[in-house]
């Protein structure tokens, strides 16, 4: 950002943009950049842009801050002033510009070079508003000890002490405004990065909703992600169901492909084991995922909305000869996606992620693709296992769950060995042995 700033043979207007998930440290980078820079600028003027009313109001103060006067058309006042032809250089700062829909951000930017602009928001397509934008990623583990160990105001720690500083980064996933907070709950509760660790394990929603009186970011880890949800949830439906079917998968790695296969039917095997096509709905996927993902048009506009948001991310992974689109989540992201519903529709959601797992495999196939997909897939499985013997939570209709998986497990080791490319991985051998135990225990299930 520095550099960019700095290219003095551009003439164009500089507008830098940083998107990303909310508490990844958006806001805390603009402010860093403009005061290691603020010999640089005659002024710095930080604008909140989370509506177009906060807006303009901090606009009139930029207004009357600048003296320019009682005009009734002060933003315009603010505009023209910024866009005299003097050497004065300017930083504005707009701040969480989450809501590109609402409003023209862009109606509001004064069109100077000498003026200088920071975005930052949530939604990944702010970048069209810049020449230049940086996606924020998770802090790396030695900068995350190095602000945890800082804001716990953690001096000379011992061996001991710093392996529990890397394990509470590990559990926090390197979300910086989590780091930041878990640091200022140690130093504020004389706490331990140890007995953090432990409280984690029991009370983790309450330590994620935990936000320091003094600091001057209000909001915690939920709170910063809340108004995302309930807008989601609002205006976007549909995705939001898609987002609670992503947590309850393996978040990490969620395939595409999973996702196109509720689109056609698989062959599966009745009671006689006589094959038969089964459609995705008659398998027990919710019926409006299945519309969803059957119209090009909304599925496209529901996972924009997901990006939009930066809850997900997208990447390509090959597959084979082919090119894979995958969406991931943030493991806090996940938790807090499963944590904020009711108990019946954590329940409705393992039931569907067991059910698309399910949907993914044809019960008899020699097609060697299926092992390739299963290499994308698999982890699903271990993920969807775990939920088996967790009846409290997710409900008592065990045998039916136990059944889809192990005929997923069966469905791949079978085209394994046909295609005579049996695979022993860690994970093979953890699959295959929860396989042993599900058979044992549900006898046939």
């Given at each position: 950002?520095?550099?960019?700033?700095?290219?003095?043979?551009?003439?164009?207007?500089?507008?830098?943009?940083?998107?990303?998930?909310?508490?990844s440290?958006?806001?805390?980078?603009?402010?860093?950049?403009?005061?290691?820079?603020?010999l640089?600028?005659?002024?710095?003027?930080?604008?909140?842009?989370?509506?177009?009313?906060?807006?303009?109001?901090?606009?009139?103060?930029v207004?009357?801050?600048?003296?320019?006067?009682?005009?009734?058309?002060?933003?315009s006042?603010?505009?023209?002033?910024?866009?005299?032809?003097?050497?004065?250089?300017?930083?504005?700062?707009?701040?969480?510009?989450?809501?590109?829909?609402?409003?023209?951000?862009?109606?509001?930017?004064?069109?100077?070079?000498?003026?200088?602009?920071?975005?930052?928001?949530?939604?990944?397509?702010?970048?069209?508003?810049?020449?230049?934008?940086?996606?924020?990623?998770?802090?790396?583990?030695?900068e995350?000890?190095?602000?945890?160990?800082?804001?716990?105001?953690?001096?000379n720690?011992?061996?001991?002490?710093?392996?529990?500083?890397?394990?509470?980064?590990?559990?926090?996933?390197?979300?910086?405004?989590?780091?930041?907070?878990?640091?200022?709950?140690?130093?504020?509760?004389?706490?331990?990065?140890?007995?953090?660790?432990?409280?984690?394990?029991?009370?983790?929603?309450?330590?994620?909703?935990?936000s320091?009186?003094?600091?001057?970011?209000?909001?915690?880890?939920?709170?910063?992600?809340?108004?995302?949800?309930?807008?989601?949830?609002?205006?976007?439906?549909?995705?939001?169901?898609?987002?609670?079917?992503?947590?309850?998968?393996?978040?990490?790695?969620?395939?595409?492909d999973?996702?196109?296969?509720?689109?056609?039917?698989?062959?599966k095997?009745?009671?006689?084991?006589?094959p038969?096509?089964?459609?995705?709905?008659?398998?027990?996927?919710?019926?409006e995922v299945?519309?969803?993902?059957?119209?090009?048009?909304?599925?496209?506009?529901?996972?924009?909305?997901?990006?939009?948001?930066?809850?997900?991310?997208?990447?390509?992974?090959?597959?084979?000869?082919?090119?894979?689109?995958?969406?991931?989540?943030?493991?806090?992201?996940?938790?807090?996606?499963?944590?904020?519903?009711?108990?019946?529709?954590?329940?409705?959601?393992?039931?569907?992620?067991?059910?698309?797992?399910?949907?993914?495999?044809?019960?008899?196939?020699?097609?060697?693709?299926?092992?390739?997909?299963?290499?994308?897939?698999?982890?699903?499985?271990?993920?969807c296992?775990?939920?088996?013997?967790?009846?409290?939570?997710?409900?008592?209709n065990?045998?039916e769950?136990?059944?889809?998986l192990?005929?997923?497990?069966?469905?791949?080791?079978?085209?394994?060995?046909?295609?005579?490319?049996?695979?022993?991985?860690?994970?093979?051998?953890?699959?295959?042995?929860?396989?042993?135990?599900?058979?044992?225990?549900?006898?046939?299930?």
């Amino acid at each position: 950002m520095h550099n960019y700033f700095s290219d003095i043979l551009d003439q164009r207007q500089r507008r830098f943009v940083i998107y990303g998930l909310g508490g990844s440290g958006k806001t805390q980078l603009a402010l860093n950049y403009a005061f290691k820079n603020r010999l640089r600028y005659a002024g710095v003027f930080f604008v909140d842009a989370n509506t177009e009313i906060s807006l303009q109001d901090d606009y009139e103060r930029v207004h009357d801050s600048l003296n320019l006067g009682s005009p009734k058309a002060k933003i315009s006042a603010v505009q023209l002033y910024f866009q005299r032809k003097d050497s004065l250089n300017w930083l504005l700062i707009f701040d969480n510009a989450d809501d590109l829909e609402a409003y023209d951000l862009s109606s509001y930017f004064p069109i100077s070079e000498n003026v200088h602009i920071i975005i930052t928001s949530r939604d990944h397509s702010s970048s069209e508003l810049a020449l230049e934008g940086s996606l924020l990623e998770m802090m790396e583990l030695g900068e995350s000890k190095t602000l945890l160990l800082s804001r716990a105001g953690l001096i000379n720690p011992t061996e001991q002490t710093l392996q529990d500083v890397e394990n509470v980064v590990k559990q926090l996933s390197y979300l910086p405004l989590a780091l930041d907070q878990a640091g200022a709950y140690m130093r504020t509760r004389q706490c331990s990065p140890a007995a953090y660790l432990r409280r984690f394990e029991t009370e983790r929603e309450r330590l994620l909703r935990f936000s320091p009186k003094l600091s001057s970011y209000k909001k915690s880890v939920i709170t910063a992600w809340e108004v995302s949800y309930m807008r989601l949830e609002t205006d976007a439906p549909l995705a939001s169901k898609l987002l609670l079917l992503f947590s309850h998968l393996d978040f990490r790695r969620i395939s595409e492909d999973l996702l196109l296969g509720l689109t056609k039917p698989v062959t599966k095997m009745d009671f006689s084991g006589n094959p038969h096509l089964v459609n995705a709905v008659d398998n027990g996927i919710d019926p409006e995922v299945v519309e969803l993902m059957e119209d090009a048009n909304e599925y496209d506009e529901a996972i924009q909305k997901l990006l939009s948001f930066s809850i997900i991310r997208d990447y390509v992974e090959q597959v084979g000869a082919r090119d894979v689109r995958v969406f991931s989540l943030h493991p806090l992201v996940a938790y807090y996606t499963q944590s904020r519903v009711v108990q019946a529709v954590k329940r409705h959601s393992v039931e569907q992620a067991i059910n698309v797992l399910s949907h993914a495999f044809p019960e008899w196939s020699t097609n060697f693709s299926v092992v390739e997909f299963g290499r994308l897939t698999r982890s699903h499985l271990i993920r969807c296992l775990s939920y088996i013997d967790q009846a409290e939570t997710y409900g008592s209709n065990l045998e039916e769950h136990a059944r889809k998986l192990l005929l997923v497990i069966w469905s791949v080791r079978t085209v394994q060995l046909y295609n005579m490319k049996p695979r022993k991985t860690e994970t093979d051998v953890q699959m295959l042995s929860k396989a042993f135990d599900l058979a044992t225990k549900y006898g046939d299930a």
